[in-house]
């Protein structure tokens, strides 16, 4: 099989640089190690897949054309492409062309045509679709403010394992949204939420933990929250801990001052919820 590399000197389009041929011919394996290997030649299969009509790749080429992967960073780029799998029905493309509406990625920013597309994602069994659209519901964004109808996606999505929804379940249950407030139940979601990963659910079950007085155990959640948070995450994460009575929060706090003396000091006051 062709396998085209990568040159600084090679000044084809992207997606030229992989003969329909060689396309073709690949394997799924053979695919997927390509994906796996340098980011420059991923690029440039999937751009070829995506120009030829490959749906799937078309939704990964918005992305790696959001993020910067392999190819130099394009919003309005992948904004295109993005559009492109999501009028082919494809739930990713959907849920990331809301992404690109809600923060004014390549487009305009527009919160009632990002939950136009999150709903869609949700009814396509997206996860991340479900989270994005029960977030619209329950915070009032772009539609009008549900909480009842923003659980029950938030259940859907947590059924299917997603981390970052079981967290937002347990600030229903702290808070009493909808629901009866009962610590015991909002511990047990953010537990999960921690367990699956998410850096908010990490926190969250660690400020519970902490209550109880189960400080070590606490910590040792804390730990792992700058692992994935963003830098305003860390930023708010610091100054929970540093105005924190407990000595071990305080010594923690002056120890993530250390590692992240770039975070951005103007982060959000929210820390229990998120779209992102």
């Not at 403010?145 to 702290?174: C, M, P, T, V």
């Not at 902490?210 to 040792?220: R, Y």
Request: net charge negative; hydrophobic share 45%; charged share 20%.
């Amino acid at each position: 099989m062709h396998d085209p590399k990568h040159r600084d000197d090679d000044d084809r389009p992207l997606h030229e640089r992989v003969p329909l041929r060689a396309l073709a011919s690949v394997s799924a394996e053979q695919f997927a190690a390509i994906l796996a290997g340098p980011p420059e030649r991923a690029a440039a299969w999937v751009a070829a897949a995506a120009h030829n009509g490959i749906v799937d790749a078309q939704a990964v080429y918005g992305q790696y054309l959001l993020d910067g992967h392999g190819v130099e960073r394009d919003p309005h780029a992948a904004f295109t492409w993005f559009r492109h799998a999501a009028r082919r029905d494809h739930p990713m493309a959907m849920n990331m062309l809301g992404r690109c509406y809600e923060n004014g990625w390549g487009t305009a920013p527009c919160a009632d045509v990002a939950v136009y597309w999150y709903r869609l994602a949700a009814r396509a069994g997206l996860d991340w679709g479900m989270y994005n659209y029960a977030s619209a519901l329950a915070l009032g964004r772009g539609i009008a403010q549900d909480r009842a109808e923003a659980l029950d996606w938030f259940r859907r999505a947590a059924a299917l394992g997603h981390a970052k929804s079981l967290n937002f379940i347990g600030s229903f249950y702290e808070d009493g949204w909808v629901v009866e407030a009962d610590e015991a139940i909002a511990r047990d979601y953010y537990r999960q939420a921690a367990e699956g990963g998410d850096f908010r659910g990490q926190f969250n079950y660690a400020r519970m933990l902490a209550a109880q007085g189960e400080i070590d155990a606490a910590l040792a959640w804390l730990a792992r929250v700058p692992r994935t948070a963003t830098p305003a995450f860390v930023a708010q994460l610091q100054g929970w801990l540093a105005n924190s009575p407990v000595d071990a929060f305080r010594r923690f706090a002056a120890a993530l001052a250390l590692m992240h003396t770039n975070a951005d000091a103007d982060a959000p006051a929210a820390t229990r919820r998120t779209t992102a």
